[in-house]
């Protein structure tokens, strides 16, 4: 099987430092993806900022597991990079990168690479990850207008 490689962009009238937050918060997945639930995997009681190698699950609005991810790269405000640890597309790899627009605000691209990808996958996850990058954007420019 081929190789795949997709990338999406959006723009966000939000700081990337909010738009960052967003990300790392999963409780709030579920308000501006289609994921009915996204949960880090932490030992109970611990509170704490995500950090390499946290482990992350995400389930479908049909509540069972669509994938877990691990976490690979943390750049504060920048970037997040994360390896699938298992499901259905164990080969894939994400980054959501963030960077200072020209008149403020953040411009997002989220790019994924699969090492196995199926004939009409790259259509599909294309599509999906412009949905995902969109969806990013929209919430949190609904943030920055609830705080104007």
């Given at each position: 099987?081929?190789?795949?490689?997709?990338?999406?962009?959006?723009?966000?009238?939000?700081?990337?430092?909010l738009v960052y937050a967003?990300?790392?918060?999963?409780?709030?997945?579920?308000?501006?993806?289609?994921?009915?639930?996204?949960?880090?995997?932490?030992?109970?009681?611990?509170?704490?900022?995500?950090r390499i190698d946290d482990?992350?699950?995400?389930?479908?609005?049909?509540?069972?597991?669509?994938?877990?991810?691990?976490?690979?790269?943390?750049?504060?405000?920048?970037?997040?990079?994360?390896?699938?640890d298992a499901g259905l597309?164990?080969?894939?790899?994400?980054?959501?990168?963030?960077?200072?627009?020209?008149?403020?605000?953040?411009?997002?691209?989220?790019?994924?690479?699969?090492?196995?990808?199926?004939?009409?996958?790259?259509?599909?996850?294309?599509?999906?990850?412009?949905?995902?990058?969109?969806?990013?954007?929209?919430?949190?420019?609904?943030?920055?207008?609830?705080?104007?």
């Amino acid at each position: 099987m081929p190789s795949l490689a997709v990338t999406a962009t959006s723009y966000s009238s939000a700081p990337s430092a909010l738009v960052y937050a967003a990300l790392l918060d999963a409780e709030s997945w579920p308000s501006w993806t289609s994921y009915y639930e996204v949960q880090w995997e932490l030992p109970a009681g611990v509170e704490r900022p995500a950090r390499i190698d946290d482990l992350r699950t995400i389930r479908s609005r049909l509540g069972r597991v669509c994938c877990r991810e691990r976490i690979v790269e943390l750049v504060p405000n920048q970037r997040l990079s994360y390896e699938q640890d298992a499901g259905l597309f164990a080969s894939h790899r994400g980054s959501v990168d963030l960077d200072r627009a020209p008149h403020g605000g953040t411009n997002i691209t989220w790019s994924a690479t699969y090492r196995h990808a199926l004939p009409l996958l790259g259509m599909l996850r294309r599509q999906r990850l412009q949905v995902l990058v969109h969806d990013l954007a929209s919430y949190t420019n609904s943030i920055v207008s609830r705080h104007s």
